[in-house]
């Protein structure tokens, strides 16, 4: 990260990983090393701003001392003129956090911003389809670079418990929380915090130990915030998944439109067993079970 904005050859980085993995995070640790080198301009993503006439960079135009037009042409002078009165003379760093919710008029704004070098980019996203593709495609050209965030493995797990915990897991508590949480540093977290307030995690002699099956009562993932993210639609498969723990893929693609499994898949929510009798699950053995408790 703090490569791709201080080599000269980079113009920032994108960051490819399932959700909860710490893109979010990772991206706000590098923004601390770069607070007063850049003036750090941050995009919000959301269904309201993408419908706008300048989409994500709505607030950011509106703020500039232009008049606003409502031709898409202009946009990018519009842009241009309002990042640079902001910057005053520092060079701009753009952060979108969530760019796989960016709407197709500032996915392209951005290319072109970063392609003009009129900015440098630190972007974060799930999925690497449309319109992130648009931003993916400044990797393709070597202007950015691309960083993929990978679940946790067994170690990397081992260290995160006991850092949370505050002191040595016992080897089996550390597979457990492994096989549940899939690698996934977020759902971690939270569920050895919840096991230890459920009082299924004790600590004895200066280690913590599983004295019962996880339990998933009341869990803190039934409000997962890629379930808020999510259409009516969309959700009610999630949640039907989670209930019935496995759907194989030839039913779910008779109760569910083939792009409403696809986008769900994308999401990194849902996985599909490979075989001629596929199956879907959620990603998370944790996640679904919490879900289906609630």
Not at 8 to 20: D, E, H, K, N, S
Not at 159 to 179: I, N
Not at 252 to 281: E, F
């Amino acid at each position: 990260m703090h490569s791709s904005l201080s080599e000269p050859r980079w113009q920032g980085a994108l960051l490819v990983g399932p959700p909860g993995i710490g893109k979010t995070r990772t991206i706000d640790a590098a923004i601390e090393r770069f607070t007063g080198a850049f003036d750090i301009e941050r995009l919000l993503c959301t269904s309201h701003l993408s419908s706008q006439p300048y989409g994500c960079f709505e607030l950011l135009a509106s703020d500039g001392a232009a008049l606003l037009s409502a031709d898409p042409l202009s946009a990018y002078a519009i842009v241009t003129s309002s990042l640079r009165e902001r910057a005053q003379g520092r060079p701009v760093l753009l952060v979108i956090d969530n760019c796989d919710r960016i709407d197709e008029l500032s996915g392209s704004l951005v290319a072109q911003l970063v392609r003009q070098r009129e900015v440098s980019l630190l972007a974060a996203t799930d999925t690497l389809t449309a319109p992130v593709d648009l931003i993916s495609a400044l990797w393709l050209e070597r202007r950015i670079r691309r960083i993929d965030l990978d679940g946790l493995d067994r170690s990397a797990t081992k260290r995160l418990l006991e850092r949370t915990l505050g002191g040595e897991v016992s080897p089996r508590a550390v597979d457990t929380f492994c096989t549940a949480t899939g690698g996934n540093p977020q759902l971690l977290i939270e569920l050895a915090r919840h096991q230890r307030q459920r009082g299924t995690l004790e600590l004895d002699d200066d280690t913590w130990l599983l004295t019962a099956p996880l339990d998933y009562g009341g869990g803190p993932h039934v409000t997962d915030n890629r379930l808020g993210r999510l259409s009516p639609t969309d959700r009610d498969v999630v949640l039907t998944i989670a209930l019935v723990e496995a759907v194989p893929l030839s039913v779910l693609l008779k109760i569910a439109d083939a792009d409403v499994v696809g986008s769900l898949l994308c999401t990194g929510l849902l996985r599909t067993s490979t075989g001629p009798r596929s199956t879907v699950t959620l990603a998370e053995p944790a996640l679904s079970e919490m879900l289906a408790h609630s």
